[in-house]
């Protein structure tokens, strides 16, 4: 890649028309995109589109037209998409070569496609993709090599609009159509590995759904695809959720949540760089200022509505987030094994290595759930000879028990234990959630602030600040 970026960075440089300057800028915008930076596949993209304007090469302003149309909404800023669709329809128009203008159609009617589908207008989508491929019969496939994978991607779209519809037969079968077109791992063989994994959740076939969730999983991985490796998370938490493992649920609900905070982030970089964009040049152009401020007025409305959808999307995901911990908070946090009755012990073979009689390991696990019900697990001289004195046995003793009963050693035992109190403390009691981290952190017996962030995010996934955060807009 950092070659291939060098290669067409010199072609630029050596580039001597508009149309030269323009194909050479739409291939730095690919391959950025192909390399995971959207900032700069943009920057270059809409420096592409300065040029290609002045051309009278059509098929290159559309393709650069269409590719700024893609990218915006793979961002999430569907308005300014739609924007370029609508000036990739007009280019369309311009197109005299009969296979160039039947590929526009096909490539417009998918775009159009994604859009309705992000506006639930599902049925409407489906009308879309319908003509893309009434179109792509149409055309002599020798030219467009990629035919296989128009087909696919529309295939895939279908099978997301069948599954939004309830009609989860139809759309499982269209998703079988579009990953029998894909030879090689791509993006979109992810896509719809993770569309059949919906599909037979919904249809409550656990052992499809967890093979495709896998190979999905598997592709986010190796492309380093972060957008599909959140859907991947969502979609086994919605698994691990049906089959009763709240647990793994919960930890896969935390991994998407996060995930969509970093797109969220780029996306908010994105609009605050157009935004600081527009008032540089603002400020070197005064003879253009009332133009500008209506644009910023209006891109000012635009940024409010993203916000406003964004902060409903992460009200919604925060509910269902907070359903997830409390009603797995037990397996979550405190792992705390029952109580075990002498009776029970008694019951199972003996263990060779066992350096105690069952009698003496009932009593142990009965004085631990005393322990766990109180609150000395706080005090900051915690530690397994102390405790060993507090219950009146030995370290070797209460150190077997602890791991074999509790699967942890006594330093995960002891922080799960006071990572589980004062998140149950935040949750329940809000003056804790105003209390500074090195309060939280002493509260519970932590030597450090520090220390007790680190072991915080190790239990719970998230920092302390960012769970209060979760629990203040609850």
């Keep these: 890649m950092p070659q291939a970026l060098r290669t067409a960075d010199s072609l630029y440089t050596t580039s001597a028309t508009p149309l030269q300057k323009a194909k050479s800028l739409l291939l730095l915008a690919s391959l950025h995109k192909q390399a995971g930076n959207l900032k700069k ?11 290609s304007v002045k051309t009278d090469d059509v098929n290159m302003d559309f393709m650069i037209t269409g590719f700024l149309a893609t990218e915006y909404r793979i961002v999430g800023l569907h308005d300014k998409s739609e924007e370029y669709i609508r000036q990739a329809l007009k280019i369309s128009n311009k197109i005299r070569e009969p296979d160039n203008l039947l590929q526009a159609k096909i490539l417009l009617n998918q775009e159009q496609a994604y859009h309705e589908i992000y506006k639930e207008n599902y049925r409407s989508a489906i009308r879309h993709i319908e003509a893309s491929l009434a179109d792509l019969k149409k055309i002599n496939t020798k030219n467009i090599p990629y035919t296989d994978f128009i087909s696919a991607n529309s295939y895939q779209l279908l099978g997301i609009s069948n599954y939004h519809l309830g009609n989860y037969d139809i759309s499982e079968n269209y998703y079988n159509k579009s990953k029998n077109l894909l030879k090689s791992p791509s993006y979109l063989l992810g896509f719809v590995q993770n569309g059949i994994a919906a599909v037979n959740i919904k249809k409550k076939k656990w052992d499809i759904a967890k093979v495709a ?28 959720e049906e089959t009763g493992e709240s647990k793994l649920s919960a930890e896969y609900y935390r991994k998407y949540i996060i995930l969509d905070g970093e797109i969220n982030s780029e996306i908010q970089e994105l609009i605050n760089d157009s935004y600081s964009k527009l008032n540089n040049s603002h400020d070197k152009s005064v003879e253009r200022s009332s133009i500008k401020s209506i644009i910023i007025i209006l891109l000012t409305f635009l940024f409010l509505g993203l916000f406003i959808a964004h902060y409903v999307k ?36 003996s263990k060779n290595d066992s350096p105690m009689s069952s009698e003496t390991e009932s009593k142990l696990l009965g004085l631990l759930e005393e322990f766990e019900n109180g609150n000395s697990f706080n005090e ?13 046995t030995n370290a070797r003793y209460l150190s077997y028990v602890i791991n074999t009963h ?6 995960n035992y002891i922080n799960r234990l006071r990572i589980n109190y004062i ?52």
């Excluded at 896998?214 to 490796?229: M, W």
Aim: positive net charge; hydrophobic residues 35%.
């Design 380 to 392: 900051k001289s915690m530690s397994l000879s102390v405790l060993s004195a507090k219950l009146n």
């Design 314 to 349: 992460q009200k919604k995901q925060q509910k269902r987030f907070n359903a997830i911990i409390n009603a797995s908070k037990p397996q979550l946090i405190t792992d705390n094994s029952t109580h075990i009755s002498h009776e029970e012990i008694s019951k199972t073979p």
């Design 423 to 474: 998140v149950n403390k935040l949750a329940t009691d809000k003056k804790y959630r105003q209390y500074k981290i090195s309060s939280l952190a002493d509260e519970c017996g932590f030597s450090s602030h520090s220390k007790f962030a680190a072991i915080f995010k190790t239990f719970t996934g998230l920092s302390p600040s960012l769970f209060v955060k979760y629990l203040e807009k609850e």
């Design 41 to 51: 596949a943009l920057f270059y993209a809409e420096n592409a589109k300065s040029f």
């Design 213 to 240: 969730l896998d190979k999905a999983d598997c592709i986010a991985e190796k492309i380093e695809d972060i957008e599909l490796q959140k859907e991947t998370y969502y979609n086994f938490s919605k698994f691990y």
């Design 406 to 411: 509790k699967g942890e050693d006594f330093k």
